[in-house]
């Protein structure tokens, strides 16, 4: 897939099967880095990058094991962090030696703690999250995600979840592999690029392009930055831009707020 320029501006964008989207504006609500580096003339690919791609640092990758339970586990809330022994050392592993440590900490996410719609009755759905190294690192996540499902099961048996080795229910999991293939982010990164003092704020990726008057982002490696709250207050900048622009060129617009 790419966007199409036309005299220096967005016309639309065209599907991977030749299918053109003709648009007076584009909101790209993709990976940034990838925008720039794949879906733009050659010309545009480089000229928003504020560091070369080998200078740019990347968030962590994210294993996340989804699966349901035959029983519920009511003393669960909605949100837990599980700690494993170490900190700064798995960080470290994590971003600094790019290495699958043989530990790991995991935020544990329970929907039906709020909504019990989520599972049938009697029973519980749940996901982890597990940070990992991105696809800078040299792991073959084929091999490596079904052991890696099997060690965070037995943990969460062994603690919080007793019993889950025995329950659980229709387990399957995305790795950074998929992060790269389905949702087309750079080396696989959960997050866009790291929040580091020199890629935040004014340093993230612009929500207007600078030089492509109406492309627009609301994305996570956009300002101003990650997570669903990032994204969605990326989206308010992205509506209030538009209305900006709209409004100097005379045209009506009516506020999502007003809908």
Same mark, same amino acid.
């Given at each position: 897939?790419?966007?199409?320029?036309?005299?220096?501006?967005?016309?639309?964008?065209?599907?991977?099967?030749?299918?053109?989207?003709?648009?007076?504006?584009?909101?790209?609500?993709?990976? #940034?880095?990838?925008?720039?580096?794949?879906?733009?003339?050659?010309? %545009?690919?480089?000229?928003?990058?504020?560091?070369? /791609?080998? =200078?740019?640092?990347?968030?962590?990758?994210?294993?996340? =094991?989804?699966?349901?339970?035959?029983?519920?586990?009511?003393?669960?809330?909605? %949100?837990?962090? *599980?700690?494993? #022994?170490?900190?700064? /050392?798995?960080?470290?592993?994590?971003?600094?030696?790019?290495?699958?440590?043989?530990?790991?900490?995991?935020?544990?996410?329970?929907?039906?703690?709020? +909504?019990?719609?989520?599972?049938?009755?009697?029973?519980?759905?749940?996901?982890?999250?597990?940070?990992?190294?991105?696809?800078? !690192?040299?792991?073959? *996540?084929?091999?490596?995600?079904?052991?890696?499902?099997?060690?965070?099961?037995?943990?969460?048996?062994?603690?919080?979840?007793?019993?889950?080795?025995?329950?659980?229910?229709?387990?399957?999991?995305?790795?950074?592999? +998929?992060?790269?293939?389905?949702?087309?982010?750079?080396?696989?990164?959960?997050?866009?690029? !790291?929040?580091?003092?020199?890629?935040?704020? *004014?340093? @993230?990726?612009?929500? @207007?392009?600078? %030089?492509? #008057?109406?492309?627009?982002?609301?994305?996570?490696?956009?300002?101003?930055? !990650?997570?669903?709250?990032?994204?969605?207050?990326?989206?308010?900048?992205?509506?209030?831009?538009?209305?900006?622009? /709209?409004?100097?060129?005379?045209?009506?617009?009516?506020?999502?707020? !007003?809908?």
């Amino acid at each position: 897939a790419r966007i199409d320029i036309k005299d220096g501006k967005a016309i639309g964008a065209t599907t991977s099967d030749g299918t053109h989207f003709s648009a007076d504006l584009v909101i790209c609500n993709g990976d #940034p880095p990838t925008v720039y580096s794949q879906m733009l003339p050659q010309q %545009h690919a480089s000229r928003k990058r504020l560091f070369p /791609e080998s =200078l740019t640092q990347y968030s962590m990758g994210l294993f996340v =094991l989804f699966f349901g339970t035959r029983k519920t586990y009511d003393k669960i809330a909605h %949100h837990t962090i *599980w700690m494993g #022994p170490r900190y700064k /050392e798995l960080l470290a592993d994590i971003f600094d030696r790019k290495i699958l440590a043989d530990d790991f900490s995991l935020y544990l996410h329970r929907p039906t703690a709020t +909504d019990k719609s989520f599972a049938p009755e009697g029973c519980d759905s749940f996901y982890v999250l597990c940070p990992v190294p991105n696809l800078r !690192a040299d792991i073959d *996540w084929a091999k490596t995600g079904p052991d890696l499902q099997e060690r965070i099961i037995t943990a969460l048996s062994e603690t919080i979840l007793p019993e889950l080795e025995t329950v659980i229910t229709d387990p399957f999991f995305m790795t950074p592999e +998929d992060f790269k293939n389905d949702y087309r982010s750079m080396h696989g990164a959960g997050f866009s690029i !790291a929040p580091i003092f020199m890629q935040s704020a *004014w340093f @993230r990726f612009h929500n @207007r392009d600078p %030089h492509i #008057p109406n492309l627009y982002f609301a994305a996570a490696g956009a300002h101003p930055g !990650a997570g669903i709250p990032g994204v969605l207050c990326s989206a308010k900048v992205v509506e209030r831009l538009v209305a900006e622009n /709209e409004e100097k060129q005379g045209i009506a617009t009516t506020p999502i707020a !007003a809908l």
